[in-house]
């Protein structure tokens, strides 16, 4: 459960992750590939954290070191939110929930600070200890955390729009069944990359793609990356190397409809 760094950084390449875009993920790599993707993007456009049953851990983002804007770029969706209906706000009349608590959040950040001013004020305490107790306390309420639920927003924005390309790094799922559901959430054209460590499940994938006539463009690649250690009459790859960096399946979505 591991990528490399030349196999991420492949993925993120043959993805086309760039600017402004809405990149779909299924991250099992402990955070990693979400991270990477969102340092990328800059704080613009989204990852998407898509997962089937329980929300996977994302731990690895935290080490990124993220900036809040950055940060909220990251959400998360489970593949059968992605795949429902798309339905009005009256049916659903829960999707701003989030908004919502947020809002409530941000008076109960205000409130409190607010109190703790004017109750320093009144004690006439406003020195530099006074500040250094009432400063961490509105930086607590800011603090954004990555990997938030997706609104239901902009999930029906992404249903009607498509995303911008799918990465996935699930060594342990069903490489086609994940195929298969979110391929035909990307927009026409979009570039796909999947990672799996053995070449079999990758092949069986490409396989059923062609049958299906659901994207073009698809290759198996291997990374290959080998540092070497350059001494007179001893010029060699390390020793203590990794000698395999798994496998990538890419390829281009198209509308097999037209």
């Known amino acids: 459960r591991f990528l490399r760094v030349d196999t991420l950084s492949l993925l993120l390449s043959m993805a086309n992750v760039s600017s402004n875009s809405d990149i779909l993920v299924v991250d099992m790599v402990g955070g990693l590939l979400t991270g990477a993707v969102a340092e990328r993007l800059g704080g613009?456009?989204?990852?998407?954290?898509?997962?089937?049953?329980q929300a996977p851990s994302m731990d690895i983002v935290r080490i990124f070191n993220l900036s809040d804007e950055i940060c909220k770029?990251?959400?998360?969706?489970?593949?059968?939110?992605?795949?429902?209906q798309k339905e009005s706000p009256q049916q659903n009349p829960k999707h701003d929930v989030g908004s919502v608590e947020s809002q409530s959040n941000d008076q109960m950040c205000a409130s409190v600070s607010m109190e703790e001013i004017s109750h320093s004020s009144e004690n006439g305490t406003s020195d530099l200890g006074a500040e250094n107790n009432t400063f961490p306390a509105l930086r607590a309420c800011k603090a954004i955390k990555a990997g938030e639920k997706a609104s239901q927003e902009i999930i029906d924005s992404w249903k009607e729009n498509g995303f911008s390309s799918l990465i996935i790094a699930a060594?342990?799922?069903?490489?086609?069944?994940?195929?298969?559901?979110?391929?035909?959430?990307?927009?026409?054209?979009a570039p796909f990359a999947i990672y799996h460590q053995y070449l079999q499940p990758l092949a069986t994938c490409m396989h059923n793609l062609q049958l299906e006539k659901m994207a073009i463009g698809l290759q198996i690649t291997e990374p290959w990356l080998r540092e070497y250690q350059v001494l007179p009459s001893r010029t060699h790859p390390f020793m203590q190397m990794s000698a395999f960096g798994g496998y990538i399946l890419s390829g281009t979505k198209i509308c097999s409809n037209c």
């Open 44 to 53: 613009t456009g989204f990852v998407c954290n898509s997962y089937p049953g």
């Open 73 to 84: 770029r990251i959400v998360r969706s489970s593949i059968s939110d992605l795949l429902s």
């Open 171 to 189: 060594p342990d799922s069903d490489t086609w069944t994940l195929v298969k559901d979110l391929l035909p959430l990307l927009s026409n054209s």
